[in-house]
T-cell receptor
């Protein structure tokens, strides 16, 4: 079975631009979470979606938004990019049947560099 | 708010030896999950082991085991018979009832041949 997939693998943008990152969960998983990992730090939670509804949001500005589609794939959008948005963006999927059953499985990530 | 602390930025172990990575956390919740994830240079985050807080028995997965001390809010990872492929960044993570993973700062493990 395929694991979590993310596209693109690498991306270079300039300040002020907009970026869209994509994620496809493991088959049968209905929940997708997004994390930002700055070099040398642990991942920070951005969003969690379940059945197309936002179920959780981390401490990120409104420039960050996301959505989940009927096939459970997800997009993370970042507007007005800043240099500090340069990071590895990780997507994780889980069954979504209840927090007590949850284990999150991660994709390979998208490396975003903002110049 | 919950926090996770890994006090060892770097650890080193000889191949075939045993190493223990430390993790402490702070929470007021009584039920939660704890995880150890491994992140090799490829940056793919790989699940190593999971512990349910309501279970007193420590989780074990082959060469990986945990020492879970709920009262002390401690969750250490023991790697036995270390192999070169174990070299990676290891993250301890707390899963709260709000549905998000909270990660520690990571411990970089090197394995010497």
């Amino acid at each position: 079975d395929a694991g979590v997939t993310q596209s693109p693998t690498h991306l270079i943008k300039t300040r002020g631009q907009h970026v869209t990152l994509r994620c496809s969960p493991i088959s049968g998983h209905k929940s997708v979470s997004w994390y930002q990992q700055v070099l040398g730090q642990g991942p920070q939670f951005i969003f969690q979606y379940y059945e197309k509804e936002e179920r959780g949001r981390g401490n990120f500005p409104d420039r960050f938004s996301a959505r989940q589609f009927p096939n459970y794939s997800s997009e993370l959008n970042v507007n007005a990019l800043l240099l500090g948005d340069s990071a590895l963006y990780l997507c994780a999927s889980s069954l979504g049947q209840g927090w007590y059953q949850e284990t999150q499985y991660f994709g390979p990530g998208t490396r975003l560099l903002v110049l | 708010a919950q926090t996770v602390t890994q006090s060892q930025p770097e650890m080193s172990v000889q191949e075939a030896e045993t190493v223990t990575l430390s993790c402490t956390y702070d929470t007021s919740e009584s039920d939660y999950y704890l995880f150890w994830y491994k992140q090799p240079p490829s940056r793919q985050m790989i699940l190593v082991i999971r512990q349910e807080a309501y279970k007193q028995q420590n989780a074990t997965e082959n060469r990986f085991s945990v020492n879970f001390q709920k009262a002390a809010k401690s969750f250490s990872l023991k790697i036995s018979d270390s192999q070169l492929g174990d070299a990676a960044m290891y993250f301890c993570a707390y899963y709260n009832q709000g549905g998000k993973l909270i990660f520690g700062q990571g411990t970089e493990l090197s394995v010497k041949p």
